[in-house]
T-cell receptor, first 112, second 112 residues
């Protein structure tokens, strides 16, 4: 049930671009993206909703393909501060109850 | 105020101790969550409170006992824990189904 993210890890130089993918075996109603730095709490980046609505707080972009049950996060012109672990998250239903589940995670390291 | 606070930041306890973790938010969010996170893994849902009622319990052992005294507070009572319960415990709150979660800084728990 847990969404699978790819790649598992990526190393970039400052200014390079990266794409992080999140793939689910279950229907996705919305996808959330978070970044977590080592020893800190996850911080919200973006929500993508079924129907195309998108809410975010930073200069990043993402896509949501409901048919393919996939989402991708696009990081352009990466900065050192982008380093961390990125998680997608979504609601899944189990016996009629919605519960929140995070993806497997992608570790991103940006080098100077 | 968009902050979720958690106390204590660090906790070391023996297997026979009883301790409590505390989480507080003043954003008026009616959904509050407890997660457990092991190193290099995504946060794993433990409990969800919705309008101060326990709505999800992810088959968590009874040595973890959640409590929601009011709409701003969430406690996690710990008793007779095992060394494998050592982890980062995160609290989060959320306004609604399509909204982001706000995370507290977490409590780093070590069980000896």
């Amino acid at each position: 049930q847990q969404p699978v993210q790819s790649p598992q890890a990526v190393i970039l130089r400052e200014g390079e671009d990266a794409v992080i993918n999140c793939s689910s075996s279950k229907a996705l109603y919305s996808v959330h993206w978070y970044r977590q730095k080592h020893g800190e709490a996850p911080v919200f980046l973006m929500i993508l909703l079924k129907g195309g609505e998108q809410k975010g707080h930073e200069k990043i972009s993402a896509s949501f393909n409901e048919k393919k049950q996939q989402s991708s996060l696009y990081l352009t012109a990466s900065q050192l501060s982008y380093s961390g672990t990125y998680f997608c998250g979504t609601e899944v239903t189990t016996s009629g109850t919605y519960k929140y589940i995070f993806g497997t995670g992608t570790r991103l390291k940006v080098l100077a | 105020d968009t902050e979720v606070t958690q106390t204590p930041k660090h906790l070391v306890m023996g297997m026979t101790n009883k301790k409590s973790l505390k989480c507080e938010q003043h954003m008026g969010h009616r959904a509050m969550y407890w997660y457990k996170q092991k190193a290099k893994k995504p946060p794993e849902l433990m409990f969800v409170y919705s309008y101060e009622k326990l709505s999800i319990n992810e088959s968590v052992p009874s040595r973890f006992s959640p409590e929601c005294p009011n709409s701003s507070l969430l406690n996690l009572h710990l008793h007779a824990l095992q060394p494998e319960d050592s982890a980062l415990y995160l609290c989060a709150s959320r306004a609604g189904f399509y909204n982001e979660q706000f995370f507290g800084p977490g409590t780093r728990l070590t069980v000896l």
